[in-house]
């Protein structure tokens, strides 16, 4: 984790109910390995300490100076948890953002011995982000609907 990106989120900014008055909750995402390709789930209870403390460091770098000092109270969440959860490979994101598994050769979305599970979402085609999420949403309506998308009207424009 040399120079990470780094998701950070402060609720209370816009819900001050969510902390005690004059505090302020942060939550901040970072990548690490999953455990299919780095660490096993058993080893995080020795890496979180020090993945934390690197990860704070970097957060200090990077203008929020006194931020591990202000640390009152926290929840780090590692693969390890994830596991716990049953997440495969201890990661909540589904599968991997690989040319291999984009588009049409993500998983399909119909659950294989069923008859009656279709599904929606990252994990599944046409693949992640908000916009091709939503699209998963309506290829699985129109599966348990049987209905199809309409095309656009000649031209490119509605009626």
Known sequence: MTDPSLLITRPTAHDPALAPEGRHL???????????????????????????????????????TGIAAAVEQECLVTPADWTAQGHAAGTPFSVAHTFAQTGPFRPRNLVRGTDNAVLAGCGTTPGVGVPTV??????????????????????????
Do not use: F, M, Q
């Not at 699209?135 to 009626?159: D, F, N, W, Y």
């Open 26 to 64: 942060h939550y901040v995402l970072a990548p690490c390995p999953n455990t299919d390709i780095g660490p096993g789930a058993h080893a995080w209870s020795d890496l979180a300490p020090r993945y934390r403390d690197r990860l704070l460091a970097t957060l200090e770098r990077r203008g929020l």
């Open 134 to 159: 939503l699209v998963s949403g309506k290829l699985a309506a129109a599966r348990i609907t049987g209905t199809r998308a309409r095309p656009a009207a000649a031209g490119g424009g509605h009626r």
